[in-house]
């Protein structure tokens, strides 16, 4: 699936991934391919995704890190998700 983070600044990251996980206003969920359509409100945590080609763009690479179990994290405020037919947009601040 494909995934873009976008923030007021710029777009961090696009590209392939096998895994999104976010921080919902209800709890922590997991998306993967071919999951359902969705719509949710963000709160303070990590976004985490893992597999595919990994493009952060150049000046961002700092907000990002890697977790012990190899998953790409970015911290954030709050946002938005919405993943549908297999594309994730994630805007967060």
């Known amino acids: 699936m494909y995934l873009e983070i976008v923030s007021?600044?710029?777009?961090?990251?696009?590209?392939?991934?096998?895994?999104?996980?976010?921080?919902?206003?209800?709890?922590?969920?997991?998306?993967?391919?071919?999951?359902?359509?969705?719509?949710s409100l963000l709160q303070r945590g990590e976004v985490k995704f893992s597999g595919g080609q990994m493009e952060i763009a150049?000046?961002?690479?700092?907000r990002f890190r890697k977790s012990p179990d190899g998953k790409t994290v970015l911290p954030i405020r709050s946002g938005t998700v919405e993943l549908n037919n297999n594309?994730?947009?994630?805007?967060?601040?």
């Open 87 to 93: 594309k994730v947009i994630v805007l967060a601040d």
């Open 8 to 39: 007021p600044e710029a777009t961090l990251f696009a590209g392939e991934v096998s895994s999104v996980t976010v921080p919902g206003i209800n709890g922590e969920f997991q998306m993967l391919q071919d999951h359902a359509p969705i719509v």
């Open 58 to 62: 150049e000046g961002f690479e700092d």
